[in-house]
């Protein structure tokens, strides 16, 4: 269970550092930790985050740009609605012009 709870605390050290107005896959930050198949975990700790206002969850989406994670918000509407006021846009639950909001933690974040 530790190791599961370490986990969430690294994924939620990266959501806290997704920039306002932009957006980052569960496979982006699991890469990013080095645990490249751990999308679904990522998933899991997003879940998990709801009531901790703190973390980001509503910038996290799939590998398209799909609110998957929508249900999980206290409110079906709630993702769509932090993201907009953000500045997105989002179509049917996806959002639009996704690359040019795509923040890549790999990418961004330098490793010392």
Do not use: C
């Not at 953000?86 to 996806?94: F, N």
């Not at 996704?98 to 790999?106: L, V």
Request: no cysteine; charged share 20%; hydrophobic share 40%.
């Amino acid at each position: 269970m530790q190791e599961k709870s370490n986990f969430f605390e690294k994924v939620y050290a990266v959501a806290k550092l997704i920039p306002f107005g932009r957006v980052t896959s569960y496979g982006a930050i699991a890469k990013y930790l080095g645990t490249p198949k751990s999308a679904r975990m990522v998933g899991w700790a997003m879940n998990s985050a709801h009531g901790k206002p703190e973390i980001p969850a509503h910038r996290v989406v799939n590998r398209i740009g799909l609110l998957s994670g929508k249900n999980n918000f206290a409110s079906p509407t709630l993702m769509e609605d932090l993201l907009k006021s953000e500045g997105l846009t989002i179509l049917e639950d996806q959002i639009q012009n996704f690359k040019s909001h795509y923040w890549d933690p790999t990418e961004e974040l330098h490793l010392d």
